[in-house]
């Protein structure tokens, strides 16, 4: 599910690379002579095929604004994607939560809800469901720098664990882990995997939970990592993503509870707001902020 304007674009390349990784071609079809991946057909959880033997993604793009989307669908990857899976509205909610929530996102919320439920139907993969995972990813460098360094499998495991990569902004030693779920790609053993997070498990600086001390799950993806030609990134040999459930999350919750607080002493679009939101409602979202950051807390103190 790809929504709003960096969802979308985060989408678009995110499925280029997709494509990039198991051979498939921009509209979709997969030559018969491919020799990426090797025979693996693991990307059928992400993508459905037809009876033409075109790739089709199990995704739905959702904007209010139609201009990102419509990049997509005059894209290099127009072919790919399925038309009722790109989903806009007419106008966007001009930065205001209560405008898109309220009253402009109504428009089109059944239609995304049903095209949901239907993709959801032929979904044969369940997936835990995770609130608010950190996401984190190693190494992050630029290709004039891999030429200098040699990343290991302890390297980058620890890179994981540096406020440096990860994706939302929170400092991981202010909080506790309940769980973490390691993916490697690339040129990664088992052995060199278990050492790395013994090593992890040592380091003081590091806590979980007492009551899930050894919160672990891996992944290793032997074939490795697929970049975009011209991106940014290096071609490396080995990297790894992370996803944990930690207590350090609260840090941006409380971050955004205050953005709130500052925004609303100044009455900022409170005018626009009043046009689509009661103010119960207002208060409804200020408290459900502060309840998160709380129970955060809690986990953090048992």
Known sequence: MHVGQAGAQMGNACWELYCLEHGIQPDGQM??????????????????ETGAGKHVPRAIFVDLEPTVIDEVRTGTYRQLFHPEQLITGKE??????ARGHYTIGKEIIDLVLDRTRKLFQTNLVPYPRIHFPLATYAPVISAEKAYHEQ?????????????????????????????CCLLYR???????????????????????????????????????????PGGDLAKVQRAVCMLSNTTAIAEAWARLDHKFDLMYAKRAFVS????????????????????????YSEILIA
């Open 151 to 179: 990343l290991s499998v302890a390297d980058i495991t620890n890179a994981c664990f540096e406020p440096a990569n990860q994706m939302v902004k929170c400092d991981p030693r202010h909080g506790k882990y309940m769980a």
């Open 31 to 48: 030559p018969s002579d491919k020799t990426i991946g090797g025979g693996d057909d693991s990307f059928n959880t992400f993508f459905s």
């Open 186 to 228: 690339g040129d990664v053993v088992p052995k060199d995997v278990n050492s790395a997070i013994a090593a992890i498990k040592t380091k003081r600086t590091i806590q979980f939970v007492d009551w899930c001390p050894t919160g672990f799950k891996v992944g290793i993806n032997y074939q490795p990592p697929t970049v975009v």
């Open 92 to 97: 966007d909610a001009a930065n205001n939560y």
């Open 272 to 295: 626009l707001s009043c046009k689509c939101v009661f103010v119960s409602h207002r208060l409804l979202v200020k408290t459900s902020l502060f309840l998160k950051v709380i129970e």
